[in-house]
């Protein structure tokens, strides 16, 4: 009745088997297309609001006023999470300088790693990576290296750090989370209770398809002031009062001048 895809690489194929296949619904996730058929979903997250709290959370537990991310490649998928991590961060506190780097790769936890020891060197305490493998490596060496990291996607906590079993998980502050699990069970209620509908799912914080995941180890860190802060943003996104895309720094664009 139901067959589930996950992710960009696998958009081809799920369109070609909707559109061969028109009896059975389809649905990916994290992808999405203008026009669909009758029988697909596209599931897609409001990844900039998961990014704006965690780029809140590193603007209140950093004591350089200067923090990190790193992306794995300049597309509209990682830039949701950065741009929201660095408007989150600076919209708190004009004073948080934002660090941006691209790997330009997903595959190379070396090169996160690489590319983290160069922020924490130029001073970065929290470093946030959305870049798959990369950014993986990436968060292990900033908390190896005993400054703060964010994981992303899922809970690195559970998928990255064992559930705490590898070195570093105390200086896991969280992760920006694409809530997967309760996409994926809303679209099966959907189609058990024949209530399914084609086209483009966006999940955003209040629909809870994105958050940031338990503190665990560094909970003790935590105050609960920064706990409040936290929560007043998050209501602020979900009622509207907070414009995730909203940088609130202007920028000056300088004219090219060739010597």
């Known amino acids: 009745d139901l067959c589930i895809s996950v992710g960009f690489e696998m958009a081809d194929a799920t369109l070609s088997a909707a559109q061969a ?16 058929p009758d029988n697909l ?57 934002v660090l941006v780097n691209y790997a330009y790769d997903f595959e ?10 160069d922020m924490i060197g130029q ?6 990576a959305p870049a798959g493998p990369t950014g993986a490596g990436a968060v292990l060496t900033a908390t190896q290296s005993g400054v703060w990291g964010i994981g992303v996607d899922s809970d690195f906590y559970v998928t990255v750090f064992e559930s705490g079993t590898v070195n570093g998980s105390e200086k896991l502050l969280t992760s920006a989370m694409k809530r997967a699990d309760n996409v994926v069970f809303d679209t099966i209620e959907d ?18 398809g994105v958050g940031l995941a338990p503190f665990h180890d560094a909970d003790p860190y935590v105050s609960q002031s920064v706990r409040d802060t936290l ?16 940088p609130c ?9 060739i010597r």
């Open 41 to 97: 979903r596209g599931i897609v997250f409001a990844a900039d609001e998961a990014g704006y709290l965690a780029g809140t959370l590193a603007g209140l537990m950093t004591d350089s006023d200067l923090i990190g991310v790193i992306g794995g490649a300049p597309i509209p998928r990682v830039d949701q999470f950065v741009a929201g991590y660095r408007n989150g961060a600076q919209c708190l506190s004009p004073s948080v300088t």
């Open 231 to 246: 929560q007043d943003v998050e209501q602020g996104i979900i009622d509207g009062t907070i414009d995730v895309r909203h």
């Open 123 to 128: 001073g970065a305490d929290v470093i946030f």
């Open 191 to 208: 189609v058990v209770s024949d209530t399914f509908t084609p086209g483009t799912a966006l999940y955003d914080l209040e629909a809870d």
């Open 108 to 117: 190379s936890p070396a090169l996160g790693a690489e590319l983290a020891q």
């Open 21 to 36: 296949n028109t009896n059975t619904h389809f649905a990916i996730v994290d992808f999405s297309w203008d026009s669909y």
């Open 249 to 257: 720094r202007s920028f000056v664009y300088l004219p090219l001048t």
